[in-house]
């Protein structure tokens, strides 16, 4: 198969694209794309999964990441960890056994850089493009369409996927070279580490000294103290609800990659540190599946 050029997305349409990992974000993500017309086929590891979204969108179903691939121009991946993303893109049912030449893998897994690297190693000796393409937004930015994808990889294959994730994303951005995308996601939940358990001790603070935080966030909110996470779980977190799709298990992974990666590269990141030992404490209160905003449920403990 030729490669595709940002151009031809203009002139062709639909592309056929495939999609492997149906959890809370790939499953909208695969969505969008599907609504905006192109030719779906999905993979998840529980087929039911696959079905339901067959069931939603369209498109078809594959039994194995190789069958999902094939013919695709585009594959598109959300899965859990280094090791999951290993076993969709290796091997003999792996996707990159499925995958012709001039075409592009784009993996939106949050995973380590370095696995991305090796990744893009080994597709570039097939003549396939890998883009290492985290995103940011939580279960709501992919189900809105509103996700921010952070970028590593070659100019020419991101000029070429980047209109595609679009149609999931209100922010596609190239950073550097392959492992950019993933480091650059670090850089974000070590800054949302600090901003949620600065957020959690001032509500608590306040709710200790009598004051009706809703009035105080709304005041603050509109000075040097803003943020997305005051604005959008300050009130549930007053409220104590914590079912909004990121999950304590979840960053606790990501805080685990920055940690590794920290090691590697001699930053220091305390505080990070400190705040994923918090987040340890919300996992044995049982708050595994609590979004991250329950931070400031270890604070409320008797």
Same mark, same amino acid.
């Given at each position: 198969?030729?490669?595709?050029?940002?151009?031809?997305?203009?002139?062709?349409?639909?592309?056929?694209?495939?999609?492997?990992?149906?959890?809370?974000?790939?499953?909208?993500?695969?969505?969008?794309? /599907?609504? !905006?017309?192109?030719?779906?086929? %999905?993979?998840?590891?529980?087929?039911?999964?696959?079905?339901?979204?067959?069931?939603?969108? &369209?498109?078809?179903?594959?039994?194995?990441?190789? /069958?999902?691939?094939?013919?695709?121009?585009?594959?598109?991946?959300?899965?859990?960890?280094?090791?999951?993303?290993?076993?969709?893109?290796?091997?003999?049912?792996?996707?990159?056994?499925?995958?012709?030449? +001039?075409?592009?893998?784009?993996?939106?897994?949050? #995973?380590? /850089?370095? %696995?991305?690297?090796?990744?893009?190693?080994?597709? !570039?000796?097939?003549?396939? &493009?890998?883009?290492?393409?985290?995103?940011?937004?939580?279960?709501?930015?992919?189900?809105? +369409?509103?996700?921010? %994808?952070?970028?590593?990889?070659?100019?020419?294959?991101?000029?070429?996927?980047?209109?595609?994730?679009?149609?999931?994303?209100?922010?596609?951005?190239?950073?550097?070279?392959?492992?950019?995308?993933?480091?650059?996601?670090?850089?974000?939940?070590?800054?949302?580490? &600090?901003?949620?358990?600065?957020?959690?001790? *001032?509500? #608590?603070?306040?709710?200790?000294? &009598?004051? @009706?935080?809703?009035?105080?966030?709304?005041?603050?909110?509109?000075? !040097?103290?803003?943020?997305?996470?005051?604005?959008?779980?300050?009130?549930?977190?007053?409220?104590?609800?914590?079912?909004? *799709?990121?999950?304590? @298990?979840?960053?606790?992974? @990501?805080? +685990?990659?920055?940690?590794?990666?920290?090691?590697?590269?001699?930053?220091?990141?305390? %505080?990070?540190?400190?705040?994923?030992?918090?987040?340890?404490?919300?996992?044995?209160?049982?708050?595994?599946?609590? @979004?991250?905003?329950?931070?400031?449920?270890?604070?409320?403990?008797?």
């Amino acid at each position: 198969m030729s490669s595709i050029n940002a151009r031809d997305y203009e002139a062709q349409s639909p592309l056929r694209v495939a999609f492997l990992g149906l959890g809370v974000m790939g499953f909208p993500m695969a969505g969008h794309l /599907a609504k !905006a017309g192109h030719e779906v086929t %999905v993979y998840n590891r529980s087929p039911g999964k696959a079905a339901a979204w067959v069931a939603e969108f &369209g498109g078809q179903s594959a039994p194995t990441p190789r /069958a999902a691939a094939e013919g695709a121009q585009i594959v598109f991946c959300c899965v859990g960890n280094d090791d999951d993303l290993r076993s969709v893109v290796l091997g003999e049912q792996g996707a990159l056994s499925g995958m012709s030449a +001039g075409s592009i893998f784009v993996d939106h897994t949050t #995973a380590s /850089a370095q %696995v991305a690297r090796e990744l893009f190693a080994i597709a !570039a000796e097939q003549g396939i &493009g890998f883009v290492d393409a985290p995103v940011s937004g939580g279960q709501a930015g992919a189900q809105n +369409g509103k996700l921010t %994808v952070m970028c590593g990889g070659t100019a020419e294959h991101f000029n070429t996927m980047r209109p595609l994730a679009m149609h999931f994303a209100q922010a596609v951005t190239l950073l550097g070279e392959s492992g950019a995308g993933q480091l650059s996601k670090m850089v974000n939940q070590i800054c949302i580490a &600090g901003l949620v358990q600065a957020l959690s001790e *001032g509500i #608590a603070f306040g709710q200790a000294a &009598g004051l @009706d935080m809703a009035q105080v966030l709304d005041v603050i909110d509109k000075g !040097a103290a803003q943020s997305w996470q005051m604005e959008n779980r300050g009130s549930t977190m007053i409220e104590g609800r914590f079912d909004f *799709g990121f999950a304590v @298990d979840w960053m606790r992974k @990501d805080l +685990g990659l920055v940690l590794d990666e920290a090691k590697r590269n001699g930053s220091r990141v305390p %505080v990070t540190a400190l705040v994923d030992q918090f987040y340890a404490d919300v996992q044995q209160m049982g708050g595994q599946r609590w @979004d991250t905003s329950s931070l400031i449920q270890r604070l409320r403990k008797s």
